[in-house]
């Protein structure tokens, strides 16, 4: 601040947005003092010389209608790109398919023929949809199913082991 | 409210009520070139500026359910700008630079291409401390409002005066108080 004019309101006075009654004030000041009339008239070249050289800049970089029209094209074309990427990562996989490959998985551990039963508990357990696609709250409840009776048959770990498959089934990861 | 915001805030309005392909193409026609002078006018190449350009407007498609009020488009688009410049910087910083001492000298010798380059905007420019020249750029080159400059840089817009206000002094305590034209 200087001679009770703040900074703000040098600003706002240099680009004559002040209030007439603050405007006048400001300036019969400034025809009483020299250091502010000084101060003034440098911020003011200052002022027009940073615009005119930012307004050079500004002309310098320019884009035609062209390379806009090409820009956004080029951005179109990536949204979409990206769509369809998010698209195919969020796919699950089919009940069937997954149910396949957790028997296939289990088999090592504890049999054929208890992995067999044990998805097809969890199945009836969890209501599961067998024509649907891995994913929602029956699956969900499918794969906790599974996971506790994996444990209670092959160990923690096992069931672990199951527990992950199935979120990756979902997440279309398998 | 500047003329030409007007247009634009409804460009805005429509595409963050409705964030489809169509709404983002008109929203990226008016405004990608702002942010693409918003690289120029930080000294970067043509071809950085237009990639970059084009990292900030996908960015825009893709947050824009982050951002609820249309009046704080502008100053939000800004700041995912100047972070994607930060980041840019950064990556320049991290690269190995190496000379071939031989073909150095060719290079020094060579003219700048850019007309701007030694143009005395540049050189004022290139003294100021880097908080300064970034609020002379968002002010003078990108044409940012006081309120938009503070939502941008995280500060109180009566910083952002003081701050500016000092800039110009300094600008004239070094450089003299009649500029050159």
């Given amino acids: ?174 | 409210m500047p003329a030409y915001a007007v247009n634009e805030q409804e460009l805005i309005e429509r595409f963050l009520s409705d964030p489809a392909e169509d709404t983002f193409a008109c929203l990226y026609r008016a405004l990608s070139p702002c942010v693409f002078r918003f690289f120029i006018g930080r000294s970067c190449e043509r071809s950085v500026a237009e990639e970059l350009m084009q990292d900030v407007m996908l960015a825009v498609y893709r947050q824009s359910r982050q951002l609820r009020d249309p009046e704080l488009f502008r100053p939000w688009m800004f700041k995912i700008a100047l972070n994607a410049w930060r980041k840019h910087l950064r990556q320049i910083d991290r690269r190995v630079v190496t000379t071939d001492f031989d073909t150095a000298s060719e290079h020094v010798a060579a003219p700048a291409p850019d007309p701007l380059v030694r143009s005395y905007f540049r050189q004022w420019m290139e003294w100021l401390d880097p908080d300064e020249r970034e609020l002379i750029t968002l002010r003078h080159v990108d044409g940012m409002e006081y309120h938009e400059i503070a939502a941008v840089l995280g500060l109180p817009t009566g910083t952002v005066q003081w701050r500016l206000f000092h800039t110009r002094r300094k600008l004239a305590a070094r450089f003299g108080g009649r500029p050159p034209a």
Avoid at chain 1, 74 to 82: N, Q, Y
Avoid at chain 1, 105 to 119: S, Y
């Fill in chain 1, 1 to 174: 601040m200087q001679h009770g004019i703040t900074e703000q309101q040098w600003l706002a006075f240099l680009e004559d947005s002040l209030e007439p009654r603050e405007r006048m004030r400001i300036q019969a000041h400034l025809d009483g003092c020299p250091d502010c009339r000084n101060l003034y008239s440098e911020m003011h070249a200052w002022g027009q010389a940073i615009a005119r050289g930012a307004a050079k800049l500004r002309a310098g970089a320019e884009l035609s209608e062209v390379q806009i029209e090409r820009f956004v094209a080029m951005a179109l074309i990536g949204i979409r790109v990206a769509r369809r990427e998010s698209k195919r990562r969020n796919e699950s996989w089919s009940v069937p398919e997954a149910l396949v490959l957790l028997r296939a998985l289990l088999a090592p551990f504890c049999g054929l023929g208890t992995a067999r039963a044990a998805v097809q508990l969890a199945v009836r357990e969890s209501d599961l949809d067998e024509e649907g696609s891995a994913s929602g709250t029956h699956w969900g409840k499918f794969v906790a199913y599974l996971t506790q009776t994996i444990s209670q048959q092959c160990g923690i770990s096992t069931g672990r082991l199951v527990g992950r498959v199935g979120v990756c089934l979902e997440s279309g990861e398998g």
